[in-house]
């Protein structure tokens, strides 16, 4: 059975979870998406079908050493493509790195469902986005990351299976997806709450998976 690759785009700089910043300052927001990464990233290296994670993002994450790409500033689905080419047809999982509730059971019954079908997508809570997106096979796909891109993507394999589990939807970009997570179970890291340099110790326990290479 072939395995997956995925790979994980990271927003990086001040302007990354903007809409947060009625609850985070500009550190806190920056500290909270390399919490929501990491994350993400531990659920994936639990995953026995993901053979290889890259993260594509404009700089290299501290402490990251695993498969690394640059985002060159094209745009994500630009960037995607040049990924999705160069795998030479593997099976391919993109999946966006501020899902605070995924686990590995939402990533494993994905991939299954993609095995099964062809391909497989997760949308967002208001169901017009995509938050994952598995193709199993190394055939030629538009990706349409961006506004309605639920439709669009799906309208390119109309079989595609639509997941609602809530790890998979559950993406936080706003103080009402912050207060969704926190009513289940998500905390955000206390360094999120501080400011500047102080919160760099704090930092060690979010970002602990960029610490290793992408397989144990």
Same mark, same amino acid.
């Given at each position: ?7 994980v785009p ?33 659920? #994936?290296? &639990? ?9 594509? =993002? ?25 990924? &999705? ?24 019954? #994905? ?18 986005g995509t ?5 199993? =096979? ?12 639920? &439709? ?15 790890? #998979? ?27 500047? #340099? ?5 930092? &060690? ?12």
């Amino acid at each position: 059975m072939r395995q997956w690759q995925a790979i994980v785009p990271i927003k990086q700089g001040t302007g990354s979870k903007s809409r947060l910043s009625g609850v985070l300052d500009t550190s806190g927001r920056m500290a909270l998406m390399r919490q929501l990464a990491g994350h993400v990233v531990a659920v #994936l290296r &639990h995953c026995p079908d993901v053979r290889s994670i890259a993260i594509l =993002s404009p700089a290299r994450p501290g402490g990251w050493y695993g498969d690394w790409i640059k985002d060159e500033g094209r745009g994500l689905n630009a960037e995607l493509k040049r990924w &999705h080419i160069g795998l030479g047809g593997s099976p391919a999982m993109v999946i966006h790195a501020d899902l605070p509730l995924v686990c590995a059971a939402d990533v494993s019954i #994905l991939l299954a469902s993609a095995r099964a079908n062809g391909s497989a997508m997760a949308t967002d809570r208001a169901g017009n986005g995509t938050n994952a997106l598995a193709l199993a =096979s190394g055939g030629a796909f538009d990706f349409r990351f961006g506004a309605m891109s639920r &439709h669009l993507h799906t309208s390119q394999c109309p079989d595609m299976p639509v997941l609602e589990r809530v790890g #998979l939807v559950a993406d936080l970009d706003t103080p009402d997806d912050l207060s969704f997570a926190e009513s289940r179970g998500f905390r955000v890291e206390q360094a999120c709450h501080r400011e500047g #340099l102080a919160a760099a110790p704090a930092l &060690h326990k979010a970002a602990m998976t960029f610490d290793q290479e992408s397989r144990p």
